[in-house]
């Protein structure tokens, strides 16, 4: 949910935008912009109006990952798509690595407190496409945005203990990622997180994992060069 953030601090492009509290919707949300009632959702095109009566003119986009895509190609001079073919195709496998098996893992783990196994698993799948040194691609990419929430998500709750796991099996976890074998993958999430554009809204992301917030930012209108003044 904090990808588009990150995205538009990277390239702030032109946009308003209106936070949304998913456990006391407003009508005009599920009526006017989402029925299914999920964000983020994007509005893009049309002429500028209030985010909560968005143009009928306007295209209205949801799910984090196809609104980050959305805005990467959309502004091509971000280069958040790498430009050679095959980082490109391997910014997507890693994006495909993070919104598969780390979500699944996160989920089963933290969400569900099942098995670590599978949270382990995803977390070597990352590191095994990892690149000697860099990001996902070397450069920061479309893979990285995608994989970031996820992972401050993550290391705030296992240094917090938090979730339906057993008691202080966020703290073993921890104590395991240390160890030589995840050098790799260490040194990938303390790049990740000393990235200006993450920790620029790390806080919030803190402070709502941790108060149990719903209260989410959904990015309503994006303007398009015809449609700015």
């Known amino acids: 949910m904090f990808q588009r ?5 990277d390239h702030p492009a032109e946009h308003t935008s209106v936070p949304v509290d998913l456990q006391s919707k407003p009508v005009w949300f599920t009526s006017k912009v989402n029925p299914a009632g999920k964000a983020p959702a994007l509005s893009y095109g049309g002429p500028k109006v209030s985010p909560e009566d968005p143009s009928p003119e306007a295209t209205i986009l949801t799910e984090s990952l196809v609104i980050v895509h959305f805005i990467a190609e959309l502004f091509p ?21 993070v919104e598969g098996e780390l979500v699944d ?16 698993a995803a977390l070597e799948a990352l590191q095994a496409r990892l690149p000697a040194d860099g990001f996902a691609v070397g450069e920061w990419s479309i893979a990285d945005v995608a994989a970031a929430p996820l992972i401050v998500r993550a290391v705030v709750l296992l240094k917090n203990d938090i979730g339906k796991h057993s008691p202080g099996e966020g703290n073993k976890i921890l104590e395991e990622l240390q160890k030589p074998e995840y050098a790799r993958l ?34 309503m209108n994006i303007f398009s060069p015809s449609t700015r003044s």
């Not at 958040?80 to 690595?97: E, G, H």
């Not at 893992?105 to 382990?120: D, H, Y």
Request: include cysteine; proline fraction near 4%; charged fraction near 20%.
């Open 105 to 120: 893992g996160f989920v089963t783990f933290f969400i569900k407190g099942g098995s670590s196994e599978s949270l382990f």
């Open 77 to 97: 001079e971000s280069k958040l798509f790498p430009t050679d073919l095959v980082k490109r195709a391997n910014a997507r496998l890693f994006d495909n690595i």
């Open 5 to 9: 953030q990150i995205t538009l601090y």
């Open 186 to 219: 260490a040194k990938y999430i303390e790049d990740v997180t000393k990235r200006p554009s993450v920790q620029s809204t790390t806080p919030r992301w803190i402070s709502q994992i941790l108060s149990g917030s719903t209260c989410l930012t959904l990015v």
